[in-house]
DNA sequence: AATGTTTTAATTGTTATATCATTATATGAA
DNA sequence: TTCATATAATGATATAACAATTAAAACATT
């Protein structure tokens, strides 16, 4: 669609009746706002162009500096892409669930929530997705946790590669649960609580998950949701035992993996 | 602490090495690495000033528009909160569990995650959310719990005023979990899959809820955290087949609450 | 005709300078 | 003390200019 639909050349009305706040109400942050709910009402598809920065300026009639203001909210806020050079400018971005999982790490980071809060919300993302991969997992989805689980099975004495393994195995499992908010929110949440100091597993370790992993993959390929919620839920409370030696409370010096 | 700490002018290096792209190597974002780095190195601490625009702009020897660029993105990141007039300027921001949740809103919709699967998030998030109620609950939580049955006992009649008695309810249990990550996601994902058009509940619909909720009520006061849980799982199951009609695929024209 | 190279134009990035609106604080009067 | 007013600090916006980069067009070569 065009800009014009939505927007038409001094659309803006700069004195407001309202006595909002002042930046609240910038011109800048209006055409944020637009541009917003535009997107939400549909008027908006991937890839469609909103112009240069010249071009918003003269629609919006408002400065350059006004528009830049706004195209980098807009930018960071992952709702449109810029680009530029000759036929560049401004376009609806691709959705990238990735791409929150930095507002999720910044917020949790400023708002003090803890490692021990996020373990639990782990829990409860990873054993719905044990059970949802036992429905709707694909061939590919059961190759991928298969070649996983070799690849490990030559790593028990290797902690640092057995450790990525691990992790690779569970976010297959996420992955195998087709649920996209579920993936992009296990994605994030692994950002958050493990940076890169997760710790080691040794041999005795290493292979009791190794037998946990596998029996979980047996369950997923029977397609036994209740089992496997039941033992995703079981593998993950003896990890946090680990990564939580204390009563629960304390905070180790990081989260074991696998 | 001050930024020459981690910061001295000049300190921008125009002609790196690397030959990434120039969007991402400008000026402004390099700046917004530096204080987003700094933040996550814990150099900074909530209500921590960095300055107004001029003072950045001499500090980084840069243009005020160049900063001005770069605050602009870290105020959408929720990073920095600006204020205008005198004493003003940029300063790192309290941490907002509310704000990521735009975040996520934004990048479900270009995604085109359906409402389906954030059905199945929700489900797994109340559901410990349940769980752990049982063991967190403080007086004050089972005191508003309390009230919201009470008051909804007497809007059995009105659709809509039972309906946000229910919303509220769950609300309320999530926040008995004690667990900012959960609530925080509760809240993003509420705001998603119900922006107002949630279906109503007739006094059949209505009575059996409060019922439920009355039960799980106890179960949270008597700290049967897998009854909880269970009972929950229920709750949403049969939520989600009234929703939900077909064999689970389809999209009616919107989620009931309670 | 196909391909490689150069030129050109469009576009963002950055700087500089000014003006206006808003806000906090200092100042002073009642 | 309390309230009103003046003042200075600060962001918001506008205008103009140049630099850096990129895509597309024009051109040359094979």
């Known amino acids: 669609m065009s800009m014009e639909n939505s927007m038409s050349k001094n659309a803006l009305n700069k004195s407001a009746s309202t006595w909002a706040p002042v930046r609240a109400n910038s011109v800048a942050n209006q055409i944020v ?31 350059r500096i ?66 949802l991969a036992t429905l709707n997992r694909t061939p590919e ?6 070649e ?13 590669g057995f450790t990525q393994a691990g992790q690779r195995f569970h976010l297959a499992v996420v992955e195998a649960s087709g649920n996209r908010a579920l993936i992009a929110q296990f994605k994030a949440l692994r950002h958050v609580v493990w940076p890169q100091n997760a710790r080691r597993a040794n041999r005795g370790i290493a292979e009791h998950a190794q037998k946990v992993h596998q029996k979980l993959y047996t369950m997923i390929d029977k397609g036994d949701h209740e089992a496997a919620r039941k033992l995703m839920v079981a593998h993950l409370e003896s990890i946090r035992a680990v990564a939580f030696p204390e009563n629960g409370k304390e905070v180790a010096s990081g989260p074991i993996c696998c």
């Open 33 to 63: 706002e637009q541009v917003r709910e535009a997107l939400f009402a549909g008027n908006f598809q991937t890839g469609d162009m909103l112009g240069s920065e010249k071009d918003l300026a003269e629609q919006f009639d408002v400065s």
């Open 66 to 131: 006004t528009v830049r203001d706004a195209l980098r909210t807009l930018e960071t806020m992952g709702i449109v892409e810029i680009k530029v050079g000759a036929g560049g400018g401004a376009r609806i971005a691709e959705g990238n669930l990735d791409h929150f999982s930095d507002a999720l790490a910044i917020q949790f980071k400023l708002s003090g929530v803890t490692e021990f809060e996020i373990l639990d919300m782990q829990v409860a993302i990873e054993c719905k997705a044990a059970e």
């Open 141 to 146: 989805n059961l190759e991928e946790l298969r």
């Open 148 to 160: 996983i689980l070799e690849e490990a099975e030559g790593l028990l004495d290797d902690p640092t």
